[in-house]
């Protein structure tokens, strides 16, 4: 990334030989005393990106929970420059993280949200949350009280000793899952510091959770700032370009390919790249296969859209796959759902081509490389290979196999019986029959990610966001407020199991406090379904994953009425005819509502198709019980198939 001022480029210029230069008279702005906190936050709302000419906050509000690690100072600051900086009640940190990524990954990561915390156990409440973040490759900005810099008294309240080092505090826990980690030990280090943070935060290729951990003694202390380091920021998020020996290997591998696959991921979306992928599939016939994050990137009524890859995909992209003799893999991190634990990509000789901004992620898969911005190196492929286009036989192969795939959609989405209790299929079958291009559907971890990989039809660029990089349970609730704050007006849906919801309800307060009018779907199936279909076919058997009585009965709870206490709206739903109605209900609604639902318990099948590829969850090698040893038998058999690309 670069920094600049707004405003026109100037690029200086040296004095002829022998002049005599001229000084500029203007005497510097007088310093700007101010608190460190106060000071951080005038910074930040400074700092703006810009990206193909459009311009927008970096940090475009705080979120925040007060303690005695922060109250006194950025709690103070944010009162004090509550002007410039808007300011947002969560009720649980963790919970604050994944609003911030919501918003990040919705405003396509040129804008992003702050958290604030105090000590100790606010502090490591982040840890989850930062780690979401930073394997997503999504900004979020966390500051964290920390304890004493000057260490008046040792320990202090939330303080955590370490017998081996005076300097190690609870927030260096944060390090391994920050893309960049600074303690701000004295007033003068902000300075660098903030820099160095919307360096990493506004870089496509390196960025994710940024944590400034701030001692609460030095927040509070007072220093005679720059007035420059006040002056509006921008930072321009780049594009760069391929390399032209790479792209000319591209277009090599390419024309020489007979059966092409091209995966998109969630590079795609975050460069804006989905114009130019529509293009090079129009211009090709290459056909697309989505990751979790990637899906979406084209509409599902395209001809090239074959749908989600890999252990939770279709069944066409799984046999596309395994025929494919080049593998064009864009925005991806290629994670093991994605290769099925790389056992999906079998032909013989098959090669792999990285479009990638990061390094590190192209040249997985030992493929061939193509480093640049997807955009950029989409667009430079296309116009390189010209007229090329794969054979009318293999593009009618794939269309033909994806009109099979959507009549197994259509038998999973239907209903005969509309006063039936709905499977988990035909809960999103009725949700897909009301929804349009305008709704944002919001999903993280359970069985629903699989369904909806397989299922959804994905009507506009933005309306799939499933994170499946970290599959965190309690994502969604959070994440769906996040993701209307970028996008006001838009109905956004989170879809959460009731293991789901049970692991962070807590910001359903915050949508009604902030009048975010999300939409929740509560799915009732009394257990952990995803993982208790797992248990059982690694030899499990099911341990822990129902939630039931120790005679076998649904546990009494009701958790739509714990979501009417916190303030929600709640509309209950038996049958498939409640179901629709109460969608389109929600749908139209300008306040929080839930939408709840009773379907199949967690021992019985969601409706949808099976995996179509492995995923490999290692069984035990020994054991007495005969589910474990057929588990092991069937595991190995799935194993040998592993392939190393080299």
């Not at 944010?78 to 900086?85: G, I, N, Q, T, Y």
């Not at 494919?324 to 290629?334: C, F, P, Q, S």
């Not at 499990?540 to 649904?554: I, K, S, V």
Request: aromatic share 6%.
């Amino acid at each position: 990334m670069t920094a600049r001022p707004p405003g026109p480029d100037a690029a200086p210029t040296s004095p002829a030989s022998g002049a005599t230069p001229v000084l500029d008279a203007t005497p510097a702005p007088a310093p700007v005393r101010l608190t460190v906190a106060q000071a951080l936050v005038r910074f930040l709302a400074a700092q703006y990106t810009e990206r193909d000419g459009r311009r927008q906050r970096l940090v475009a509000a705080t979120w925040g929970i007060f303690g005695h690690g922060n109250v006194a100072g950025v709690g103070q600051a944010l009162v004090e420059h509550a002007d410039v900086m808007p300011y947002v009640q969560g009720r649980n940190e963790q919970a604050m993280v994944h609003a911030a990524v919501g918003y990040a990954r919705q405003s396509r990561r040129l804008s992003a949200h702050a958290v604030t915390t105090s000590i100790g156990p606010g502090a490591t409440n982040l840890v989850t949350g930062a780690a979401l973040a930073t394997v997503n490759r999504l900004p979020v900005l966390l500051l964290p009280g920390d304890t004493f810099a000057g260490r008046p008294a040792d320990p202090v309240l939330q303080q955590l000793e370490v017998p081996y080092a005076g300097d190690v505090s609870v927030n260096d826990c944060l390090r391994p899952v920050s893309a960049y980690f600074d303690r701000v030990h004295r007033p003068e280090a902000l300075v660098p510091a903030a820099l160095a943070a919307m360096r990493v935060l506004t870089d496509p290729a390196a960025t994710g959770a940024v944590t400034l951990a701030l001692p609460q003694d030095v927040q509070a202390e007072a220093y005679d700032w720059p007035a420059e380091f006040f002056a509006d920021r921008v930072w321009t998020v780049r594009r760069p370009a391929p390399d032209p020996a790479e792209l000319d290997e591209a277009v090599r591998l390419v024309r020489a390919a007979r059966r092409p696959l091209l995966v998109a991921g969630g590079g795609v979306r975050h460069s804006e790249a989905e114009d130019a992928l529509r293009d090079l599939a129009d211009a090709t016939g290459i056909p697309v296969a989505a990751t979790q994050a990637g899906k979406g990137a084209l509409r599902h009524d395209h001809p090239a859209d074959v749908g989600g890859i890999g252990h939770t995909g279709t069944a066409t992209a799984a046999e596309l796959a395994r025929t494919a003799d080049l593998v064009i893999g864009v925005g991806t991190r290629w994670t093991d759902f994605t290769t099925a634990s790389s056992t999906l990509f079998t032909a013989p000789g098959v090669r792999f081509l990285g479009l990638n901004i990061t390094g590190l992620d192209a040249h997985k898969m030992a493929a061939r490389t193509v480093v640049a911005d997807a955009r950029t190196a989409l667009r430079a492929l296309t116009g390189a290979l010209g007229d090329h286009h794969v054979s009318p036989a293999y593009e009618t192969e794939y269309t033909d196999d994806k009109e099979r795939w959507e009549h197994r959609v259509d038998a999973a989405f239907a209903a005969p019986d509309p006063d039936a209790r709905p499977t988990q299929a035909q809960l999103l079958g009725a949700l897909d029959a009301v929804v349009d291009g305008d709704d944002v559907v919001v999903n993280a971890a359970g069985s629903l990610p699989g369904d909806l990989h397989k299922l959804w039809r994905a009507r506009s660029r933005d309306q799939y966001h499933v994170e499946y990089g970290y599959s965190c349970m309690g994502y969604e609730i959070p994440a769906a407020i996040g993701v209307a704050l970028a996008a006001p007006g838009r109905p956004v849906w989170a879809l959460v199991g009731d293991g789901t919801y049970l692991m962070n309800p807590t910001e359903l307060v915050t949508a009604v406090r902030e009048g975010v009018p999300i939409k929740v779907v509560i799915v009732q199936n009394h257990g952990y379904a995803s993982i208790g279909g797992l248990s059982e076919a690694v030899g499990a058997e099911r341990l822990g994953t129902a939630f039931r009585t120790a005679e076998g009965a649904p546990l009494p709870v009701d958790l739509a009425a714990n979501a009417a206490s916190l303030g929600m709206r709640v509309l209950r739903a038996k049958t498939i005819r409640d179901l629709r109605e109460a969608f389109a209900e929600a749908r139209a609604s300008t306040v929080p509502t839930c939408v709840y639902a009773e379907t199949e318990t967690a021992d019985t099948v969601s409706g949808a198709p099976p995996a179509q590829a492995w995923w490999d969850v290692p069984v035990a090698e020994t054991a007495t019980r005969p589910s474990a040893v057929r588990a092991r038998e069937e595991y190995d058999r799935n194993v040998a198939a592993r392939r190393r690309h080299l």
